[in-house]
C-alpha cells in the first residue's frame, strides 16, 4: 500500500487540508496512530486526535474539521466512516484475486473448473466437481466428489467440503471449516450404538460467510440449508438437518442442534445452544450464552438457559445477585411471625 | 443411485402396491418428496403424505396402508423405519470403499500400510507408523511417528493423528480434529508459565466415532483414553488424562478437563463442560450447557452450572423465572408485618 | 527411549536402593505403573505403591524413603516431582528436532527460510514470508503472504497463518488452528450484511503457546496481540482486535469478542465468553462458563452468566437450590399474615 493524500481524496471526493503530497503505506485505528499511516475520525470524542495523532493522513467527518491548519494532513468528507469504508473497499479490491492452477494440486480428470478460477497447491478436487468462474480456492482444500461450487467465492486453506454439497455465488468459506460432516447419528441396542447412514447434504446458499473451523454436518436424508446472506462466525455447530433461512448473523462458539429450523434476520449470540427439533421465527434475539429448549416466536429476545425473555431474566437476575438479603429478610419475617404468635 | 422399486422390494422383503418399474435416483425427507425419489412412513402422524407426496416409491409399515391403490408406489413392509434403515446400509456399502494409495501421498519407508487400505494424496505417514487392513485414510493427513491404526477405520481428509497414538478397529476420525496434540500443563514461576512436557498418548478403542474439529489431547504421561464404541460429535474438547468408558455419547461443543475418569453408558449433551479430577459413573445424563464440578453416582440426571439434579434445578428454575413476583410477596409481608408491629 | 537406572540417577543427581541395571523403556503414572516402566513419587498418599508397582524404576521423594530395599529400583531425590520434570525435558529434548526442507512443499522464491528451520511436506509458504532460525513448521501448515515467524517456534501440522501476521520467538501453534482469519464484521443494509473489509493482522508476541482448532481473527484495522508468555488451550476463539497482555492462561472454548483489553497474570476458565469492548485488569480470575458482559477492576474473582463475584455467586446459588423450600417459607408466611389479619 503506497498513496498520496490527493491519490486518497480523488478516490472519496474529498477536500484536502494541508500537504497533497503526504505518503502513506498502511492503516492504524486511531488510538494507536502510525507515523506514514492513515486513520478516520467520525465522532465528536476522537476529535482530540486531530491535535495528537502521530498519522500522517486522517479522513474527517467535514462538521468535525475546527481549524484550516493541523499536524496531520486532514482529508475531509461528509460521512468520514463511509468513507473510509470505501477506500478499504477499493483497497482490497486493488490486491487482486488469485488466478490459474497451481503445480502440485490433483484434480480428477471429470472435475470442471470455471474460468478464471483459482485451485492452490494441494488442494484435492475429486470427481465430477464443479468449480465457478471466478471462484478461488486456497492450497489443502478438499473438495469431494460432485460437489457444486458456484462463483466467485472464496473456499480458505485447510475447508472440507464433503461428497455432493452444493454452494452458492460470492460465498466464503474460511479456514479449517467443515462443511458436510456426517451428522451425529446413531441407534442405541444392547450391543452399543449402530451408525444412522448420514446420505443427505448440506447446500449453501448465495452471498453465506461461513467462519473458520466451523463444522456444518450432512443431512441424514434430505439437506442441512444456510440460506441466503446469512453470515455465520467461527467454531459453530449446525447439526444435521437443520434449515437457517436468510440474513442471519451467528456468533462464534454457537451450536444448532439437529432438525431445527431458524428463519431470516436473527441475531444469534455467541455460545448460544438451540435444542433440536425446534422452530425460531424471524427478527428474533438470542443473547450470548442462552440455552433455547423451544420454539420462538417473531421478535423476541431471550436470555437464559433455559432461555426466558430477556428482560425477565435480567429483572430476575438482579434479585439472585441479591438472593443472600431476601433470604435474611424472610428469615427477620419468620422470627417477627414467631413472635406474634407467641404474643 | 438408481434402482427400481421391484429391486428395492427384494432388498427388503416387501409387498409392492402399484408400479414395480418405478424408478429412483434420490432419497427425500417425507416432508420434501421429489419425483423421482424414495422415502418411507413409519407413524401414523404422517400417513396423510401417502397421497400428496411427490415422491415415486414410499416404504410403508403395513398396519398404515389402507388402500389398494396410491398415487406413488407404494412397498409395504413390517417396520419401514428398519427397513429404509438396512436399505440405507445397503446402499451405503455399495459406494464402496476407497483402495490403494494415490499419488501425492507421503509415506514413510519404515511405515507399515495394511492390505486394501486407501492413502489418499497428501496424506503423510511418519516413521514406524501401522496402518491396518481395510483402513481408508483420506487426503491431508498427518499420522505421526510410530502411530498405530486398526483395521477398517475411516480417517477423514485433514485429520491430524500425534506421535504414538493408538486407534483400535472400525474407527471414524472425522475431518480436521486433532488426536494427541500436547495436553495443556504449565508450571507457573514468577517469571511466567513453564511448559511441562506431555509425553503420554491418547488411545482409542474399537468402534469409536469422533466429529469433526475436535482436539483430544495427549497424557502427560500414560494414556488420554476413549473406551470402546463411545461416540463424539463435533468441536469437542477432551483433555489429557481423561479416561473415558465404553458406550458414552458426548454431543457437539462438549469439553471434558483433565484426568477425569468417566464410566460406560452416560449421555453428555452439547456444551457440557466438567471440570478435571472427577469420576462420572455410568448411565449418567448431562442436561445441555451444564457445568459439573464434582463427582457423579451412576444414573443421575443433572442440569445447571454448577450442575444439581436435573429436576430440582428445573424445579427451581420456575422460581427464580418468578422471581420479581416472589420479591413482591416478600414486600408485602415485610408492609403487613410493620403494619402488625406497629397496631 | 532406554535407560538405565544408574543413567536416569546422574541426570538427576539421585540415590539408587536397588539394581543398578534396571532397564526402562517407558514411562508410566504411578497408578497404572508398567514393568519396564519409570514413575515417581512425591506425596506421602501415593508410598504404598513404592510395594505395590509394577514399575521397574520410582523416583521418590527422600524423605518418603523408609526401607533400604524395595521390589522396583528406586532413586531417592530431595523433590521427587522436580527432578521428574527435569528428566521428562531431558527427554524431549534428546528427540531432537526436526531440521531442513522437506520434499513437497511449496514454497515461494522470495519467502527466506532461516538456518535449521524445518519445513514439512505440503506445507505452503508465500511470497516474501521469514521463516526464523531452527523454528519447526510440520506439514500442510500455510503460511501466507509477507508472515513473519521468530525463532524456535513449533507450528504444528494443518495451522493456518494468514497474510502478514507476526509471530515472536519460541512461539508453539498447534494443528489446525486459523491465525489472521478475517474478524466477523458486517454492515447491516436492508438487503442484507455488506462486508467491512479486515485489513489488520494478528501480532503473536515471544512464549506464545496456543491450542489445537482455535481462531484467532485479525482486526478490522490495526493488531489483535496476543501478549508475551501466554498460553491458550484448544478451540478457543480471540476476536477481531482483541489485546491479550502477558502471560495469561485462558482454559478450552473459552471466547473474547471484538476489541476487548485483557491486562496481564489473568486466569480464564474453561467455556468462558467476554462480551467485546471491555478491559479486564490483571490477575483476575474467571470461573468456568461464566459470561463477563462488562469491564473488571484487578485481582476479581468473577463466577455466573452475567457474571458477579465468584463468593456472591456461589452464596447465591446455595438459596437457588433451596428456592422450592424457600417459596414454601413465604407461603406458610402468607398463611401466618392471613390467619394474622382475620383474627
Redesign the interface.
Known amino acids: 500500500m503506497e498513496f498520496t493524500a490527493s491519490q486518497i481524496a480523488s478516490f472519496i471526493d474529498g477536500k484536502i487540508i494541508g500537504d497533497e503530497n503526504a505518503l502513506i503505506t498502511g492503516?492504524?485505528?486511531i488510538e494507536?496512530g502510525e507515523s506514514g499511516h492513515l486513520?478516520f475520525i467520525a465522532q465528536d470524542r476522537f476529535s482530540h486526535f486531530l491535535d495528537t495523532s502521530k498519522c500522517s493522513v486522517i479522513i474527517v467527518s467535514e462538521n468535525l474539521v475546527e481549524k484550516d491548519n493541523y499536524n496531520p494532513t486532514v482529508i475531509a468528507v461528509k460521512d468520514a466512516y463511509l468513507s473510509f469504508?470505501v477506500l478499504?473497499?477499493l483497497?482490497?479490491e486493488m490486491q487482486g484475486r488469485k488466478e490459474g492452477i497451481?503445480?502440485?494440486s490433483?484434480i480428477h480428470d471429470t472435475a470442471v473448473i470455471g474460468d478464471r478460477a483459482y485451485i492452490?497447491?494441494?488442494t484435492?478436487v475429486s470427481e465430477k466437481a464443479k468449480i465457478g468462474e471466478g471462484t478461488q480456492i486456497?492450497?489443502?482444500v478438499?473438495i469431494g466428489k460432485g460437489v457444486k461450487i458456484g462463483k466467485n467465492c472464496k473456499i480458505?486453506?485447510?475447508a472440507?467440503i464433503?461428497d455432493y454439497c452444493i454452494i452458492g455465488d460470492n460465498c466464503?468459506i474460511?479456514?479449517?471449516t467443515?462443511v458436510g460432516?456426517?451428522g451425529?447419528g446413531?441407534?442405541p441396542t444392547a450391543?452399543?450404538?449402530r451408525?444412522?447412514?448420514q446420505?443427505?447434504n448440506v447446500i449453501i446458499e448465495d452471498?453465506v460467510?461461513i467462519?473458520?473451523?466451523?463444522?456444518i454436518?450432512r443431512?441424514t436424508?434430505?439437506s442441512t440449508v444456510i440460506g441466503?446472506?446469512t453470515?455465520i462466525?467461527?467454531?459453530i455447530?449446525i447439526?444435521h438437518?437443520v434449515k437457517i433461512g436468510?440474513?442471519n448473523?451467528i456468533?462464534?462458539?454457537a451450536?444448532i442442534?439437529g432438525s431445527t429450523t431458524i428463519g431470516d434476520w436473527n441475531q444469534i449470540g455467541?455460545?448460544v445452544?438451540v435444542?433440536g427439533h425446534i422452530k425460531i421465527g424471524n427478527q428474533v434475539k438470542i443473547q450470548?450464552?442462552s440455552?433455547v429448549?423451544s420454539s420462538v416466536g417473531d421478535r423476541e429476545t431471550l436470555y437464559g438457559?433455559?432461555a426466558?425473555s430477556y428482560n425477565?431474566y435480567l429483572?430476575?437476575?438482579v434479585?439472585?445477585?441479591?438472593?443472600?438479603e431476601?433470604?435474611k429478610?424472610?428469615n427477620n419475617?419468620?422470627n417477627?411471625?414467631k413472635d406474634?404468635?407467641n404474643e
Open positions: 492503516v492504524s485505528p494507536s486513520s469504508q478499504m473497499n483497497y482490497q497451481e503445480d502440485g490433483s492452490g497447491a494441494f484435492y486456497y492450497p489443502h478438499y480458505d486453506s485447510g472440507r464433503y466464503v474460511h479456514s479449517n467443515v460432516g456426517d451425529f446413531f441407534q450391543e452399543g450404538f451408525k444412522i447412514p446420505l443427505g452471498d460467510e467462519g473458520s473451523n466451523c463444522s454436518d443431512a436424508i434430505g441466503k446472506g453470515k462466525d467461527n467454531l455447530q447439526a438437518n436468510q440474513n448473523v456468533a462464534a462458539q451450536g442442534a455467541g455460545q445452544g435444542v450470548a450464552q440455552g429448549n438457559s433455559p426466558i425477565d429483572r430476575n437476575y434479585h439472585f445477585r441479591n438472593f443472600t431476601i433470604v429478610r424472610i419475617l419468620e417477627t411471625s406474634h404468635t
